[in-house]
């Protein structure tokens, strides 16, 4: 015999693989044990299912013992039970048996299958109810199957339908919050009566007071709580400062002035730069009726007066979001005003610019460290709020973390070991782009404090007073600042306690403070910092 006979001889010997022609599998170790030919020329009896429904589905090599789980398998393939044993019952004894085969059939595939691997049933890992949806599912006939097949794209449907739907309700209660603030912005959420007066030339106040009892959506609710939680969102140095009463100022003819205002803007910079910010104004108690009757006096115009200087970032009306700036503009008062402002175009001032104009191209002018605004139009404001509050004096204070003002002082008393540990630490970038200044006596002399601060990434402003600014009289605190022409902005102040505590403080504290800065550092930020490797929140070290 021929060794191409032999050789055709010994696999038509073989068992013939249940995929035939069409197998997938790629070891040639399986390629041994079966024949491949074509079943339509061999001798090989088949076993004729009859379908028990309308859909013909191929027939799973495996039959009934398929230990695949994945529904699709089974919308795809029948699993008859009389497949592999036709001439056995399907008794519970011969499920067992059944079951034990279909695991080692199971076992060769996953030493010889390098095709799609389904998800398979393991016994230590899935739970007695999957076990036990799986005996029932091998139970039920094609029909029965492919109900409950069906039932599952079903009930997949329905929740994908479920899903859309809270989708589309949490769409529209973010449309909702949207247009509340939108009414709000726009003095469309409506107090009672004032409807009425908005028809008139006549100024309304309104009073609102804080209540236990929360009505969503009222009118009365929502100012209040606007007011409220602007006044506390950026408050800071007033810890025990709190808001007794708010007035919702309703000026027709104020409101008419700047929609008119804030539409010109629109048409002329878009959508993004007519967005009014909420922003406080302090000024005396006497000041405040007039101006929520007439309006915000812009310089220029006839009655307009500057309280405290000529304008050091340029000649216009000056706003803070941060109520306690504002509050050191109201000594002895306890009213702020609240407005509506349009900032449009904002021109950041690198130095100062006493008495400047509008800078070309631009509709406000904000300070150096973005704590002021300057506004040059009147109709671009609109007093919408005053708000009461009331500073509780004598209440133990704590700093941040609950570190008392002893333990603080205790830690300064010894910062010049803390400053040795820091001199000590190899270099790296830490404070990038940090420009610092120093106010008062250090741990070091300048020159050794500016050459760490350079070892590790930052940088030192040397500004000096003028020459008015150097005085020591009393009367020249008001008017200390730094030479405009040589001015360089920091964005850190670092600051001795004895500064803080003093009580008349130093010409240069005094400048900054002219110049719009608010937080002073204390000086174990920097070694801190430097021995930590990176920078502490700033927060944790201003005086307070």
Known sequence: MSTRAAKKA????????????????????????????????????????QPTNNKTLSICPFGAT???????????????FNLLNPDMDSSDEEETKTTDGSKKRKAESEEYDDGEKTEEYNSDDESAYDVKLEKTFSKMNDDEKRLMIERAFELKEQLQEKLKKSREEAEERKKEVEQLQTKITEGSLLMEGEEEVLKGTTVKYFELFPERKYKQGSADEVHFRLAESQFYRLLSGYATASVTKVEYVCNPVLIKNFNKARDELKEQRGVEYSYPVLAFHGTAVANIQPICETGFKIPGQKGFKHATDSGYYGRGTYFSEYPGYSMGYIQGSTKLLLCQVLQGKVYKCTKLINGAGLHHGFDSHCSPCQKELVIFRSDYILPQYIVHYKVNPGEFKYTPHGITKEVIKKKLN???????????????KIFNDSKFAFIGQMADTPIAIETLI????????????????????????????????KYDPPNIVICSLNEIEAATPSMELQAYKNMSYQSFYREDFLYDSIIAGTMKPLEEYEHS
Do not use: M, W
């Open 66 to 80: 398929c230990y695949r789980k994945n529904l699709l398998h089974f919308a795809e393939f029948s699993h008859p």
């Open 454 to 485: 350079h070892r590790f990434g930052g940088s030192v402003c040397k500004n000096e007073l003028t020459s008015h600014g150097k005085k020591t009289s009393k009367k020249a605190l008001t008017y200390a600042y730094f030479d405009s022409s």
């Open 414 to 428: 010894k910062i010049g070991k803390l400053y040795k540990k820091a001199v000590a630490v190899k270099d790296q």
């Open 10 to 49: 010994k696999l038509e010997a073989l068992p013939q693989c249940p995929y035939g022609g069409t197998c997938y599998r790629k070891n040639p170790e399986h390629f041994k044990q079966f024949s491949h030919s074509d079943p339509t020329l061999t001798t090989t009896t088949t076993i004729e299912i």
